[in-house]
C-alpha cells in the first residue's frame, strides 16, 4: 500500500507536465483545426507558426510520456545522473532488442516509430526489406527499464569495490548491467508480446462482428480507456478508427471509404449522416465537456483548508478549460490509477456504459478529423460540439449528448465524493481505518494535543499544541508515504485516504470534547 502510494507522490510533476502538454497540443488544434472554423480567421504566418510549435511539442510529450514516467522514477536525490543516463541506455536497448527479435507479421499498429528508431539496412537478409520499428510496448518498457535501472544502481551501492573491474567505475558498472540486462529484457518481451497482440486482435473481432450491439460497444468503451493509460491506445482505436472494423460506406462517386473518422469526416460537410458514423466517439464529449470537470471540482471541494483552497481555484479552473477545449481524459486517468485505482474502474464502467446507452438510443456525435494519429487525437472537445450546431440533422443528438452530460457531471461529482469520504480506504487497507486513526492520534501525542487538521485528495495537515509530545515517525509504518513540516503543521501524506483519516480524528475529538463537557 505504501509503496503504490509512492507512485502517485513521485510521478505527479510529470503528469502535471502531461497536461501541459495536452494545454499545448489543444490550442494548437483550436488554432489550426480547420474543422473547428478558427483557422479560417487567421492570416498571420506568426500565429501559425506558433500554434503548429505548440502542437509538435505537445504531440512529443504525450506520445513519449512513457519516457518522461521512466526519468522520473529513476531521478534520485544522489545519482542522478548515473541513473537517469544508464535508464535512456537501457531504454535504447530495450527497444533496439525489439526490433532486431520481433516477429514481422504482426499488425502495423504493433510497431512505433519511437525516438525515431528504425532499421531499413542490415547485415541481415530479412531486414533489408522494408523498415523495421520497434514493438509499442507503452509503460510495460517503463516499468521494466525503471526496476532494472533502480536495482542495478542499488546493487552498485552496496559493493564495496569500485566496480565489476578495477578499471571500470561504479557508475560505469550501473549503465553496463542496465544495458545488458534491458537488452535482454527487449529479447523476452520480442517473443512474449505477440501473445498479447493476438488477444488483442481477437477482442476487436469479437466486436467487429456487431459493432451495432451496445454489449461490443461497452467492451470496446472499457478496452479504449485501459489501453490508452497504457499509451497502447492505437492497438485498439486504428481499426476502428480507420479500417473496415470501424465500417465502411460507398459515397456518390462509389468510393468506398472504411474507418469510422473518415466516414464521419467525408458525410459531414455535404450534412448527410447516414448509418452509424460517430458511435466510437460520443461519449468522448460527455466524458470531455461534462464528467470530468464535475471530478474535478468534487476533488477541489474536498480540501477543507480555505487557503490551499485559494491556490487550488486557479488550476482547477485551468484543467477544466482544458477539458473543454482539448480534453484531459489521459492525464485525469493516469491520476486516477496511481492515486484511487478504485475510482478508475468505475470510471472504466461508466464509460462502457456510456457507449452502451449511445448506442442503444442511436446517439452519434462522430470526429472530424483528417490526422490518422490516433495516441495524439483530441476527440469530443466544447469547439467541435458547437461547431456541430449549424448542422440541423444533429440538433436532436446535440440536446441528448447535453442532458447525458449534465447527469453525468452529477453522478461523477457524487461518486467522487462519495469515494473520498467513504471509501477511499479499499482495496490495498481494506478494514484499517480505525487503526490508522488512532495511530496518527497517538503519533501526535493524543487528542487534546490536536490543535486542527486539514485535508486533500493526497495528505492530510496535522497541527499540534506541543511538538515534543508528538512522533510522526511512526506513521511511516502504517502506511504514510512521506511526512514533512510546514508552517501549518505536519503534512502527512497517506494518499486517497487522508479525507477518511482527517474525519475519523475529527469525529475524535469532538467525542473527547463532548466526554469532557458530560462530566
Known amino acids: ?157 552496496k ?37 498479447f497482440i493476438a488477444f488483442i486482435q481477437r477482442v476487436i473481432r469479437f466486436i467487429s462482428v ?16 485501459l489501453l490508452g493509460v497504457m499509451n497502447l491506445g492505437t492497438l485498439i482505436r486504428t481499426p476502428f ?27 459531414l460537410p455535404s450534412n448527410a449522416l447516414v448509418g452509424m458514423a460517430g458511435r466510437f466517439f460520443t461519449p468522448y464529449y460527455i466524458l470531455n465537456i461534462f464528467a470530468v470537470p464535475g471530478m474535478i471540482w468534487a476533488m477541489y471541494s474536498l480540501h477543507t483548508d480555505a487557503m490551499e483552497r485559494r491556490r487550488l481555484r486557479i488550476t482547477c479552473l485551468i484543467a477544466s478549460a482544458a ?34 446507452i449511445c448506442q442503444s438510443l442511436h446517439m452519434y456525435l462522430g470526429y472530424a478529423s483528417t490526422d490518422t494519429s490516433t495516441i495524439t487525437a483530441l476527440p469530443g472537445t466544447l469547439p467541435e460540439y458547437l461547431n456541430y450546431i449549424q448542422y440541423p440533422s444533429l440538433s436532436q443528438t446535440l ?9 453525468s457531471m452529477v453522478i461523477y461529482f457524487l461518486v467522487t465524493r462519495l469515494y473520498f469520504r467513504h471509501m477511499a480506504i479499499d482495496l490495498f487497507d481494506n478494514g484499517n481505518r480505525e487503526r490508522l486513526v488512532k495511530a496518527t492520534i497517538k503519533a501526535a501525542g493524543g487528542v487534546e494535543n490536536i490543535k486542527m487538521t486539514q485535508s486533500g485528495i493526497s495528505s492530510m495537515t496535522l497541527s499540534v499544541y506541543d511538538p515534543n509530545k508528538a512522533d510522526m515517525d511512526r506513521l511511516k ?20 485516504a487522508s479525507t477518511m483519516i482527517r474525519m475519523g480524528v475529527t469525529t475524535a475529538i469532538r467525542d473527547s470534547i463532548r466526554s469532557v463537557n458530560t462530566n
Open 1 to 157: 500500500m505504501r509503496n503504490w502510494r509512492s507512485f502517485y507522490e513521485i510521478l505527479k510533476f510529470p503528469l502535471e507536465i502531461i497536461l501541459i502538454a495536452f494545454i499545448m497540443l489543444g490550442t494548437g488544434n483550436l488554432l489550426t483545426n480547420p474543422a473547428l472554423g478558427i483557422s479560417a480567421y487567421i492570416t498571420s504566418e506568426y500565429v501559425r507558426a506558433a500554434a503548429e510549435m505548440f502542437m509538435t511539442g505537445g504531440r512529443f510529450v504525450i506520445v513519449c510520456f512513457p519516457l518522461v514516467f521512466l526519468i522520473r522514477l529513476v531521478t534520485r536525490r544522489s545519482g542522478s545522473g548515473t541513473t537517469v543516463l544508464s535508464a535512456l541506455a537501457g531504454y535504447l536497448a530495450f527497444l533496439a532488442a525489439t526490433i532486431f527479435f520481433t516477429r514481422a507479421d504482426l499488425p502495423a499498429t504493433a510497431y512505433s516509430s519511437i525516438l525515431g528508431m528504425s532499421v531499413s539496412r542490415s547485415s541481415i537478409p530479412a531486414f533489408n526489406q522494408g523498415v523495421h520499428y520497434p514493438l509499442q510496448t507503452g509503460v510495460v518498457a517503463t516499468v521494466i527499464v525503471a526496476a532494472i535501472t533502480n536495482w542495478s544502481y542499488n546493487r552498485t551501492r
Open 159 to 195: 559493493r564495496n569495490e569500485d566496480g565489476i573491474f578495477a578499471f571500470i567505475s561504479k557508475e560505469a558498472s550501473v549503465a553496463i548491467r542496465t544495458v545488458f540486462l534491458c537488452a535482454l529484457s527487449g529479447v523476452a518481451v520480442s517473443f512474449v508480446w505477440p501473445f
Open 210 to 225: 456487431d459493432t451495432s450491439n451496445p454489449v461490443n460497444l461497452g467492451l470496446y468503451g472499457i478496452m479504449n480507456r
Open 241 to 267: 478508427w480507420y479500417t473496415n472494423a470501424g465500417g465502411s460506406w460507398v459515397n456518390l462517386a462509389g468510393v468506398s471509404i472504411a474507418g469510422d473518422v473518415n466516414i464521419w469526416t467525408n458525410q
Open 323 to 356: 477539458s473543454l477545449v482539448c480534453g484531459t481524459l489521459l492525464p485525469l486517468e493516469l491520476m486516477l490509477v496511481l492515486l484511487c485505482p478504485l475510482l478508475f474502474v468505475f470510471h472504466l464502467g461508466y464509460t462502457a456504459i456510456l457507449y452502451a
Open 399 to 407: 440536446l441528448y449528448v447535453a442532458a447525458a452530460g449534465v447527469i
Open 477 to 496: 509504518k502504517m502506511g504514510a508515504f512521506r511526512i514533512y513540516e510546514t508552517r501549518a503543521g505536519y503534512v502527512i501524506c497517506f494518499g486517497a
